[in-house]
C-alpha cells in the first residue's frame, strides 16, 4: 500500500511542478503587462484595469469549473484550462506583433485566459484529493501554497530584469511556454484523476451547484470555516491594497519591494516546513494560532514607521498564512466526498475572493477620508493615539492596520470555541477503495 500510496504522491509532484512553472510564467506576464499599461498611459487606472479583468473572471466563473471538474476527468480539465489562458496571451502577443496594440485587446486577451482559469483552478484543486492520501494532505497543500507564492517572489525579480533586456513579446511567448509544460506535467500522469457518475452526467448545472453548496451548509464546521477564512482574505485585502501607499509615504519603490520579496520569503518557508513535514494533525489548533499569530504581526505592521521593524512584521504575517490556508484545505478535503470536491472548491474558492473584492472597494476609500484623516497633524487622534504611533502622511493606513490585525485575534479567539470547526478532525473523507466502489 505504501509504494503505491508513494507512486500517486509522485503524479502529485509532476503535476504540481508543472503549475508551478506556469505560475511563475503568470507572475511575468502580470507584472509586465502592468508596467506596459502604465508606461503607455501613465495612469494608475490602466494598470489596476489589468488586474481586474485578470482576477475578476477567474473569481466569478469557478463555481462552474467546480461543476466542470465534477462532471469530466480532471485531468482534460486542466489541460483545457491552460490552453484556454494560453490562447488569451497568444491574442496579445498576434496584436502586439500586427500592429499598435491598444489596451482594449489587453484586456480582452487576459480576461480570455481569467475566464479558461476558471476551469483549470477547480480541477486542479480537486485533483490534489484524487491523488493524495489524508496523511499527505497537509504536505500537499504546503506545496501547493509555495508554488502559488513563488509568482510573488520570483516573477517580479525575474520579470523586471527580462524588461531591461528583452521585449515584452518574448516574455509573453515565455508564458505562453510555461503553460506547455504544465499540460506537458498532466498529460504525462496517464491515470485520470476522476471519472463521472453517470447521475452527474445527466444533472443540470443548476442542480450541481446546488449540491456544492448543500455538501458545504449541510456541515455547520465547514460552514463556520469557510466564513472564518472569507473575513481573513477581508482583511488581507486591505493589506494587499493600501502596503504600498502606508510605505510609499514616508520611503521609496525599491524599499516596497524588499519588503514584497522578504515577506514573500516567509510565506515559501512556512510553505516548504509543510511540505516537507507533517506539522500537526490538530488542525483546528493550527488554524487558530496561525490566525493569532498572523493578526499579531498585522498590527506590528502598523505601529511604527522603522522600515527594518515594518519589513520583519511583514515576513512574520506571511510566514503565518500557510500555516492558516493549510489548516482549512485539509479539513475541507477530510469532509468533503470526492465527487463533490470540484464543485465545493469553485463555491469556497468565489466566497473567500469575494473578500478581497469588498475590501479593494472600501479600502481607498476608509484610507483616504476616514484613518488618515484622524492622524494627518491636528487630526482628532493626533493628541493620543499618535503620540503613540505618529502622525503624518500613512499613519492612518497603520492606523487601519492595528484595528485589522487585532479583529483577526478576537476571531481566532471566537474560532477556538466551535465545537464544530474542532469535529471536523474526527471525520476523514472516504477511503480510495470505498470511492471505487460507489464508482
Known sequence: MDVVNNKSYKKFLIVWMGQMISSIG?????????????????????????????FLPSILLRPVGGVLADRYDRRVMMILGDLGSALGLVFILFVMLTGDVQLWQIY?????????????????KASATDLLTDEQFSKGSGLVQLAESAKFLFSPIIAGFLLSVTTIENILIIDISTFVVAILAVLFVKKNLQTVSKESENQNFLTDLKEGWNAISSSKGILLLVTIISIVTFYLGFLQTLIGPMI????????????????????????????????????????????????????????????YFIIGAGFLFLSALPFINTSADVLVRQNISNEKQGRVWGIIGILSQLGFVVAYSLAGFLADHVFNPLLEEGGLLAPSIGEIIGTGPGRGIGLLFIIAGVL????????????????????SRLTQSEQEVQG
Request: hydrophobic share 50%.
Open 108 to 124: 480582452v486577451g487576459v480576461t480570455i485566459s481569467s475566464i479558461f482559469a476558471a476551469l483549470q483552478s477547480p480541477a486542479y
Open 26 to 54: 503568470v507572475g511575468l506576464t502580470a507584472f509586465s503587462l502592468g508596467v506596459y499599461a502604465f508606461e503607455k498611459t501613465n495612469t494608475a487606472t490602466s494598470a489596476a484595469l489589468i488586474t481586474l479583468f485578470s
Open 248 to 307: 510609499l509615504s514616508f520611503s521609496d519603490a525599491r524599499t516596497l519591494g524588499t519588503f514584497q520579496s522578504v515577506s514573500a520569503i516567509g510565506m515559501i518557508i512556512s510553505s516548504l516546513v509543510i511540505g516537507i513535514f507533517s506539522v500537526s494533525k490538530k488542525y483546528s489548533r493550527m488554524l487558530v494560532l496561525g490566525m493569532v499569530f498572523a493578526g499579531l504581526s498585522f498590527s506590528l505592521l502598523g505601529l511604527t514607521t522603522n522600515l
Open 408 to 427: 483577526v485575534m478576537i476571531l481566532a479567539g471566537i474560532t477556538s470555541r466551535f465545537e464544530s470547526i474542532k469535529s471536523l478532525e474526527n471525520s
